[in-house]
């Protein structure tokens, strides 16, 4: 149980393009979603805390213009990286867990196989 | 914010050896969990472990919530338990986690 199913595994676009990641939890109701960033060699960063049917909440430094989420349904929640640029290639991961609105709940988050973005 | 420190930072294993992998962490936490990042960068759940003592196969963990620290043992290691290793943790009221620096391990033949 608890499968989070996360796509496109990669993408490769010319800058200028606007990339959406879909993050959805396939056996059970996902009320908060989480979505990372990981460069090559580093840790993960916790981008944003995406609640279903409310706006998301960006962690400090992270444009909530430039990276859109959308969290409408319990099982489905979006990244949207807005007009990439070369910089914004990265590995992206989102979770999600099962635990109450806002993530206040102690459960455990499981994660999805990450989405490569590469922009040319 | 709080801080997560792993040790070590690397580390090289000939098959069959064992090791301790170890997660500090700055302040109180309710949350851990011990995940194991392969080469295609898929992120395994190992450990939910916020307190106590857990074994899954050759993989055990403890967590000293008291004393702010977790411990990852690996025995009889194999060339697939190589990658890195991540702690994570959250704290408060809240379920954002906090990635440590992780743990780069090679096993060898």
């Known amino acids: 149980g608890a499968v989070v199913s996360q796509h496109p595994s990669r993408v490769i676009c010319k800058s200028g393009t606007s990339v959406k990641i879909e993050c959805r939890s396939l056996d059970f109701q996902a009320t908060t979603m989480f979505w990372y960033r990981q460069f090559p060699k580093q840790s993960l960063m916790l981008m944003a805390t995406s609640n279903e049917g409310s706006k998301a909440t960006y962690e400090q430094g992270v444009e909530k213009d430039k990276f859109l989420i959308n969290h409408a349904s319990l099982t489905l929640s979006t990244l949207t990286v807005t007009s990439a640029h070369p910089e914004d290639s990265s590995f992206y991961i989102c979770s999600a867990s099962g635990g109450g609105r806002g993530g206040y709940s102690n459960q455990p988050q499981h994660f999805g196989d990450g989405t490569r973005l590469s922009i040319l | 914010g709080i801080q997560v420190e792993q040790s070590p930072p690397d580390l090289i294993l000939q098959e069959g050896a064992n090791s301790t992998l170890r997660c500090n962490f700055s302040d109180s936490v309710n949350n851990l969990q011990w995940f194991h990042q392969n080469p295609w960068g898929q992120l395994i759940n190992l450990f939910y472990?916020?307190?106590g003592t857990k074994q899954n196969g050759r993989l055990s963990a403890t967590t000293v919530a008291t004393e702010r620290y977790s411990l990852l043992y690996i025995s009889s290691s194999q060339t697939t338990d190589s990658g890195v290793y991540f702690c994570a943790v959250s704290m408060g009221g809240g379920n954002k986690l906090t990635f440590g620096t992780g743990t780069q391990l090679k096993v060898e033949l």
């Open positions: 472990i916020p307190s």
